[in-house]
Nanobody, 125 residues
Framework: QVQLVESGGGLVQPGGSLTLSCAVS????????MGWYRQAPGKQRELVAT???????NYADSVKGRFTISRDNGKNAVYLQMNSLKPEDTAVYYC???????????????????WGQGTQVTVSS
């Protein structure tokens, strides 16, 4: 069973920093892309940043220059370093893994996409 578990959210003052982590568990054979999305109250979920297995990165315009996404393929983990946080960054942040091939016993599953449960980030003074 593939599971994504986020950590690192919390309350931070404007201008502060946070680092989000996401660990993917399960019998993973291959995982192409990983990323972070966020959803603020009353708004649709939006892309924050993505990273491919070869570390090609893509960022939303609103976070370019402030956020950095990275991944550790050996640990099946993805990270989001968030600097210069603004109140408008307040949202639930979700980890996403796409094109995941896993094994259940000897049976191959996928490729499938998976989501984490989300972690709250609040930027407020």
């Amino acid at each position: 069973q593939v599971q994504l578990v986020e950590s690192g959210g919390g309350l931070v003052q404007p201008g502060g920093s946070l680092t989000l982590s996401c660990a993917v568990s399960g019998n993973i054979a291959f995982m192409y892309g990983m990323g972070w999305y966020r959803q603020a109250p009353g708004k649709q979920r939006e892309l924050v940043a993505t990273i491919t297995r070869s570390s090609s990165r893509n960022y939303a315009d609103s976070v370019k220059g402030r956020f950095t996404i990275s991944r550790d393929n050996g640990k099946n983990a993805v990270y989001l370093q968030m600097n210069s946080l603004k109140p408008e960054d307040t949202a639930v942040y979700y980890c996403h893994a796409d094109s995941v091939i896993s094994y259940s016993g000897s049976a191959q599953r996928g490729p499938n996409d998976y989501w984490g449960q989300g972690t709250q980030v609040t930027v407020s003074s």
